[in-house]
């Protein structure tokens, strides 16, 4: 992350309250509308169950097409390590540990910065929106902006090995407050896209199914977390804050695996009792998710270097969201049909593209001299992806009738 480059976190204080309040509410039964995002999704899977009958759809309901949701959903990244991982059973140990910058460059540039982009697009479209979401909009990224001016004014408070651009002891406390926002972050929105890929096929996920299923996305949190902690980076200022805690904390990642696999296994009976109730295609479409969650932090765990391909992953799974709502809002704004808005969305792309390799590798580049720690990148990083992480809990509100029309006004027309 150079904005999700190495990203940081914990929890502010905050926090805990910030997040209940992105739990939707349920509808109506004549209300039911697909949800989106992590907070969006959440109520999906958390009411009763709706069997296949309560839609029928003439054709198969997606937020692009079946085959782009699928794939942006969770295939090509479970592909994509499943090839990487069989390729480096042939190769060094040392290979996978290292990075190929110039990979890192083009993925970020194609996919990390636009959904980025994509994001504040949504928060920032209109004077009402910024409005109603004043303190996402505002307040928060004036608070930001002055911890990264603070940090920048205070770079020469570094020890002579450390120096750079931005003071080094705020990266260090920005560093975990930001993983656990992420961890949060990325297993929500796999748990989401789940729910949400399930409910297009015509099936709420029962209780039963949903406690199965979620386990796993609970489970994968802790293990981030808990693989965050037991870096070296991290271990000696666990001794430090309490004698001992260092080695309980590597004790702990090391009997997780155990936890994982026992949670992949209620996963899959999970999806198996699914699939009697929804159909298996339906069934299989919603187990993309969850499956390509588990190689991202498979990845990890074995090549913990490659961390930069869970981001790029999450990325590319978020984009096909607010590509829909730009093509929706451009179709109902030319006052046209779904299926046009087509070529504006390719251009849309392009542009979020081009203002990101400026925006963001423009930056990287010009401080690369005089920033070899890269600590004005990594501080940048965490501002950008706290912020990140509070926009989409705050646009993603399936309760609100501007979103629901925005992300799925075309499956209305469809219908």
């Known amino acids: 992350m150079s904005s999700e480059t190495v990203v940081p976190s914990s929890f502010p204080n905050n926090a805990t309250s910030v997040v209940q309040n992105m739990v939707t509410v349920p509808f109506a039964e004549s209300d039911r509308k697909p949800y989106t995002h992590n907070n969006m999704f959440r109520s999906i899977g958390e009411k009763n ?7 029928t759809p003439s054709r198969v309901a997606a937020l692009i097409t079946p085959f782009v949701d699928v794939t942006c959903g969770g295939a090509l990244s479970l592909i994509a390590i499943c090839g990487f991982l069989i ?55 004036a608070f930001l902006v002055g911890i990264f001016l603070y ?17 080094q002891s705020m ?23 789940t729910c949400s890929f399930a409910y297009l096929g015509g099936v709420k996920i029962p209780p039963t199914e949903r406690l199965l299923i979620r386990s796993g996305f609970r489970a994968m949190l802790v293990f981030h977390i808990l693989w965050v902690l037991q870096s070296d980076d991290l271990l000696p200022l666990m001794d430090f804050l309490y004698p001992g805690l260092a ?26 009792r699914l699939a009697r109730k929804g159909g298996a295609s339906t069934a299989f479409r919603a187990s993309v998710p969850w499956l390509a969650t588990y190689a991202w932090y498979m990845l990890i765990y074995l090549y913990p270097r490659m961390f930069f391909v869970l981001q790029i992953a999450h990325a590319l799974q978020y984009m096909i969201f607010p590509l829909r709502v730009e093509m929706n809002q451009y179709n109902q704004q030319q006052g046209r049909e779904t299926g046009h808005g087509v070529r504006h969305t390719v251009y849309y792309y392009l542009i979020l593209v081009a203002v990101g390799a400026l925006a963001f590798d ?40 501007e979103v629901r029309r925005s992300l799925f006004g075309h499956l209305e027309k469809q219908g």
Request: charged content about 10%; some cysteine; glycine content about 8%.
């Open 362 to 401: 423009g930056v990287l580049a010009a401080t690369k001299a005089a920033d070899p720690h890269r600590q004005l990148s990594l501080l940048l990083s965490f501002a950008i992806n706290i912020h990140h992480y509070f926009i989409d809990g705050a646009v993603w509100k399936i309760r609100d009738v």
């Open 171 to 193: 990266i260090d406390v920005l560093y975990p407050f930001a993983i656990i926002l992420l961890a949060w972050h990325y297993t929500g929105q796999s748990w989401g896209m």
């Open 247 to 272: 080695a309980v904390t590597e004790g702990i990642y090391t009997y997780w695996l155990w936890v994982l696999a026992a949670t992949f296994c209620a996963g899959t009976f999970g999806f198996k």
């Open 151 to 167: 940090g920048i004014s205070t770079a020469g408070h570094n020890p002579r090995a450390m120096s750079g651009l931005a003071n």
């Open 87 to 141: 390729y480096a059973m042939g190769m060094p140990t040392v290979w996978g540990q290292q990075i190929d910058v110039g990979e890192i460059m083009v993925t970020n540039i194609l996919i990390n910065w636009p959904h980025f982009l994509a994001s504040y697009r949504i928060l920032y479209r209109t004077r009402t929106n910024v409005r109603k979401h004043l303190w996402v909009a505002v307040v928060l990224p």
């Open 49 to 55: 169950s709706v069997s296949d009958q309560s839609r």
